[in-house]
């Protein structure tokens, strides 16, 4: 993709134009923002602007550079990911072979924790990072989801990046950067990317002829993607997808009425369902609130069209007029929080039975007057 493909992103496509444009290109990058929103594309469509045989930054898509970089292929362009510490070489090429495919790069290796180790550093972009480009007038490294970089792994990176070699560039990106040390932060030029609208959402879907996505489905992944076109393609790949009716049940206590039913909801989630399909769960419960929150700022106008939890107007209003901002804006980070520990592959029974007590804890408190913060 060509980085004038790039939707969505205007601020970061144009910052990374100028810098080119004025002779200014960093040595090294961050790019930081949501999950799924396109950092990674970006990176990937800056590397072949860069590479490209034509004049300016806007690849042709034509030459033999443009062509090995779409392929990822182009031994100038390295790309490195997190990846579990015993996966084999012909498993990582097919990775990238899949991903030059489909478009879509697997991040889900089972019960195996995905890492960027300090061996991969060294041997995928400190050596070659000391090398004269074989092809194109750039070296690209492009270290995608930085923050899974283990301590020693990101203090290897930063000698590279204290002494850069020259014609390098390097990209981290990340939706965590406070999860990066800041000494490797300080040396990267930020880049910020931002959520994208639905429309944006199911435009990406619509026109990557890779991914299998029609009028119908488009449109309802982009109503469920949270501004990231990269979950919206999770979704449709996880397989079996979750009850909305179920995780609305949970949101408004009616499978948690007591203890012991919210114990057993909890092993339920932890043990009937994959790991995907645990973090669609907490990505419905963040809808749900989201759609509180559409509920509290639009009042008694609020129409079941304009929300995911269409069925639930009356809850929502509920919980809308009984929350305060700052409690749904906490259990969202909570929510979130318990999302990332799925990612990193804790035990699902105490994530899961810990966010549902502190989503009771909650809903009982506001509905008694001590969650809205007038009250206190």
Known sequence: MRLSDIEGQDRAVGFLTSAFESGRVSHAYLFAGPDGVGKETTALAFAQG??????????????????????????????????????????????????????????????????????????????????????????????????AMTTEAANTLLKTLEEPPEQTVIILTTSRPNALPPTVVSRCQSVRFSALSKDVVRAILLEDERLSFDEESASQAASLSQGSAGRAVRMQKSGPTVDIERVAELMTGKRTRDVPSLINEATALAFRLGRSEQERVLELMLLWFRDVLSVSQSGEGT??????????????????????????????????????????????????????????????????????????
Request: proline share 4%; net charge negative.
């Open 50 to 147: 860069l590479n490209c045989d034509g004049d300016g930054l806007t690849a042709c898509g034509e030459c033999r550079a443009c062509r090995m970089a779409e392929g990822l292929s182009h031994p100038d362009i390295h790309l490195i990911f997190p990846v579990p510490s015993t996966i084999k070489p012909a498993e990582l090429t097919e990775l990238m072979a899949g991903y030059a495919r489909d478009g879509y790069r697997e991040t889900d290796f089972g019960r195996k924790s995905a890492i960027i180790s300090v061996e991969t550093i060294l041997t995928d972009m400190v050596a070659k990072a000391n090398q004269k480009p074989y092809v194109g007038p750039w070296k690209i490294f492009i270290i995608a989801d930085g923050d």
């Open 303 to 376: 129409t079941g069209d304009a929300l995911l939890y269409s069925g639930h107007v009356k809850e929502l209003r509920t919980q809308a007029g009984a929350m305060d901002v700052d409690v749904i804006g906490r259990m969202v980070d909570r929510i979130d929080d318990a999302r990332r520990a799925i990612e990193r592959y804790s035990n699902p029974a105490i994530v899961f039975t810990s966010v549902l007590l502190d989503i009771a804890i909650a809903r009982k408190q506001s509905t008694s007057g001590k969650g809205r913060s007038h009250a206190a």
